[in-house]
């Protein structure tokens, strides 16, 4: 096997990343709804990055509530549908010509708005992992283009079907997220193996 690599640029790096749905208030008292591929977790803290003249970027600077819904898979669909539109009024320079405004995303999308317990927006019923939340800390990032996002997690909620019965731990045999990969949709294959640290492989022994 060839050890050589190509050099090359590439327009996105999106290797491999989940999807997420964020729901924001707008200015308005309405909420927004918008998809998003570059999140990552330290403990409770959630960090995002969005375009810096998305509607969800402003709305965030202003109300720091959200949630971060966790679509699975088979709803991507629903994302698509939710990725052409952008709640400013007008359309951002950079976007116009691919994007076209929309208020009512969660109509638009086909999914349904539910309450949340501690936050103002509300979470996106289907999606089997929903987690409220409240940005601590908004600021540019080093480019000048992107919003960096810390947001504190406040509430988890989880499908029951996802979770081990008995405990607090998602079910890594049962969830799934929707990866975003170089701009394709992927689901996860089947699992290779865990880390040391894993607290379910334990609760899959005791129960085997």
Not at 90 to 102: D, I, L, S, T, W
Not at 134 to 158: K, M
Not at 191 to 204: M, N, V, Y
């Amino acid at each position: 096997m060839t050890t050589d690599h190509l050099t090359i640029t590439p327009s996105v790096l999106y290797f491999g990343t989940p999807v997420a749905l964020l729901s924001t208030e707008n200015e308005d008292g309405s909420f927004n709804l918008a998809p998003m591929s570059s999140a990552w977790a330290l403990g409770r803290t959630i960090v995002l990055g969005l375009g810096k003249d998305s509607q969800t970027a402003h709305n965030l600077a202003a109300r720091p509530d959200l949630v971060i819904n966790l679509p699975e898979p088979a709803q991507w669909p629903a994302v698509e549908r939710l990725a052409p539109l952008t709640g400013r009024d007008p359309v951002p320079a950079r976007k116009q010509g691919a994007f076209r405004y929309e208020p009512a995303k969660f109509e638009a999308a086909g999914l349904r708005p539910e309450p949340s317990e501690t936050v103002r927006p509300p979470r996106v019923a289907s999606c089997p992992i929903q987690l409220e939340a409240r940005a601590a800390r908004v600021r540019l990032d080093v480019t000048g283009e992107f919003q960096v996002i810390e947001a504190h997690v406040l509430r988890v909620h989880a499908d029951p079907r996802i979770v081990v019965p008995g405990t607090q731990h998602i079910d890594p045999a049962a969830w799934s997220p929707l990866i975003y990969n170089f701009r394709h949709y992927f689901g996860l294959g089947r699992e290779l193996g865990h880390t040391f640290r894993s607290e379910t492989a334990r609760l899959s022994a005791r129960g085997a």
